[in-house]
């Protein structure tokens, strides 16, 4: 059997590179936003997904209030969202906030794992946050984790 090769998706002024197998499915630009949405094959009726957005921040949004911002959001979209872990890490080669959380869509529990992070944008003035989100059925999680972290540290800005 042939292996499928990963492929490339633009996120703004990045890229990522996605699993063999996994499809681009929308992306949209919008004002200061652009949203990727990307998907692997289904398993149980679910299929694992990528979330990257890339939003325009005023310079003084600290990676905190972005980390704080995004996760009352999903809280917001996701009434069930339980979070589970934050910590440190570098995204790119910039400091990042990586967190775990869970919850349930259907009678399905499902696992969430986030990153945000801020780099500097070619416009004088501003900066860019950055958060991916990849979610899957939690069962699948321990197998998809590579994976997912593999999306999130694959990111470079190719403007």
């Given at each position: 059997?042939?292996?499928?090769?990963?492929?490339?998706?633009?996120?703004?002024?990045?890229?990522?590179?996605?699993?063999?197998?996994?499809?681009?499915?929308?992306?949209?630009?919008?004002?200061?936003?652009?949203?990727?949405?990307?998907?692997?094959?289904?398993?149980?009726?679910?299929?694992?997904?990528v979330v990257a957005v890339?939003?325009?921040?005023?310079?003084?949004?600290?990676?905190?209030?972005w980390h704080l911002d995004?996760?009352?959001?999903?809280?917001?979209?996701?009434?069930?969202?339980?979070?589970?872990?934050?910590?440190?890490?570098?995204?790119?080669?910039?400091?990042?906030?990586?967190?775990?959380?869970?919850?349930?869509?259907?009678?399905?529990?499902?696992t969430v794992v986030q990153?945000?992070?801020?780099?500097?944008?070619?416009?004088?003035?501003?900066?860019?946050?950055?958060?991916?989100?990849?979610?899957?059925?939690?069962?699948?999680?321990?197998?998809?984790?590579?994976?997912?972290?593999?999306?999130?540290?694959?990111?470079?800005?190719?403007?």
């Open positions: 059997m042939e292996a499928q090769p990963r492929s490339q998706a633009d996120v703004g002024i990045g890229r990522l590179t996605l699993p063999a197998g996994w499809s681009v499915l929308d992306q949209v630009r919008r004002g200061g936003r652009f949203v990727l949405l990307a998907a692997g094959p289904a398993a149980g009726g679910f299929a694992p997904n890339e939003e325009a921040m005023e310079p003084a949004v600290t990676l905190r209030q995004s996760l009352a959001g999903t809280g917001e979209v996701l009434a069930s969202y339980r979070l589970i872990d934050v910590r440190g890490t570098r995204m790119a080669g910039y400091p990042a906030i990586a967190r775990l959380g869970a919850y349930g869509l259907d009678r399905r529990p499902l990153w945000v992070w801020l780099i500097d944008d070619a416009v004088p003035g501003r900066q860019l946050g950055l958060a991916l989100t990849a979610t899957c059925h939690t069962r699948d999680y321990p197998a998809l984790d590579p994976q997912f972290g593999g999306v999130a540290r694959s990111y470079r800005v190719v403007r």
